[in-house]
């Protein structure tokens, strides 16, 4: 049974969709916001952020995320807890989303369903998960206070979670397969300051150990294949993202190799009246900001499109 008939239906609940759903509303659209779990996406995660505009007084990311909704909310946006299993008639002029519990229909369709962290596909990560092997500093931090934990990754989010668990934790590792960071100077110059965080190059994690909780991990030098061993009862794992596109990829939208969804620069997808948004899309950066843009730009495409009568 068909629940209602909106102009868009945005899939997902980060900092893309909630930008989108202000624009649409803004711009005199019905729209619907569908959200798997809760509003906030990645960002929400995020201990601290510091380089949002206007934001001098660096919120943490559950702050500002729920800023985001309050403002999308604010115009009166529509929005509801459902995980959306798929996309039905998608290149027709009419599109069905399907939930587990309802049915929708949108004359347009904005996906924003982010991404999620990269695993190492190592021995011992899937026995050890939620035992001292973490991918979300801020959600699981906590459980190493006291106890020496590393970090794994080079890029900001890692410079980001060693930061943030060096305020409790008795010794942080960053390891990094290379002598190059991919996160920003500020962050890796505030990390190498901090008495407590060591920074370790050209160093790869070969497996996990320990009884029932981490121990150890076993290491490895990328330049000379040496293997080593460094105490640790929590690891963060940081080494990137996996866009969440089943949903595009099942109707049939046209993926880049590593499985983001390829736009143009207006954010159309290859289906007519689809578009996408945030970090599921082919992007050369993955901010809180480049978030709220695309958003921006998407909802901007749809009420276009709306209003052409497409």
Do not use: W
Request: hydrophobic share 40%; aromatic share 8%; proline share 2%.
């Amino acid at each position: 049974m068909v629940v209602n008939m909106y102009d868009i239906i945005i899939i997902g609940g980060g900092a893309a969709g909630m930008s989108a759903a202000l624009y649409a509303m803004r711009g005199g659209m019905k729209t619907l916001l569908l959200e798997k779990i809760s509003c906030g996406g990645q960002a929400a995660n995020t201990y601290e952020v510091d380089n949002y505009p206007g934001f001098y007084n660096s919120p943490s990311g559950p702050e500002l995320m729920e800023a985001f909704e309050k403002h999308a909310v604010k115009f009166g946006a529509e929005i509801k807890s459902e995980a959306v299993r798929g996309i039905e008639n998608a290149d027709g002029a009419v599109k069905t989303v399907k939930t587990r519990r309802n049915t929708y229909e949108a004359k347009t369709v904005i996906i924003a369903t982010g991404a999620s962290p990269k695993k190492l596909g190592i021995e011992g990560e899937e026995e050890l998960a939620g035992a001292g092997v973490s991918y979300c500093a801020t959600c699981d931090g906590a459980f190493f206070k006291g106890l020496d934990t590393a970090v794994i990754g080079g890029g900001n989010t890692a410079f980001e979670d060693a930061l943030y668990l060096s305020g409790f934790c008795e010794r942080v590792y960053i390891l990094n397969r290379s002598k190059r960071f991919r996160a920003s100077k500020t962050l890796t110059d505030r990390a190498k300051a901090v008495s407590n965080i060591t920074v370790y190059t050209d160093i790869i994690a070969e497996r996990f150990e320990g009884g029932g909780r981490l121990e150890r991990i076993v290491t490895k030098n990328t330049e000379t294949g040496e293997t080593g061993c460094l105490n640790a009862s929590g690891v963060i794992i940081a080494v990137g993202i996996t866009p969440d596109n089943g949903i595009a990829r099942s109707c049939g939208i046209e993926l880049c190799e590593r499985g983001f969804i390829k736009t143009d620069m207006y954010l159309n997808t290859s289906i007519d009246g689809i578009f996408a948004a945030g970090d599921c899309r082919v992007s050369p950066l993955r901010q809180i900001v480049t978030a709220a843009a695309d958003g921006a730009v998407a909802a901007t495409s749809a009420i276009n499109y709306v209003l052409k009568g497409n």
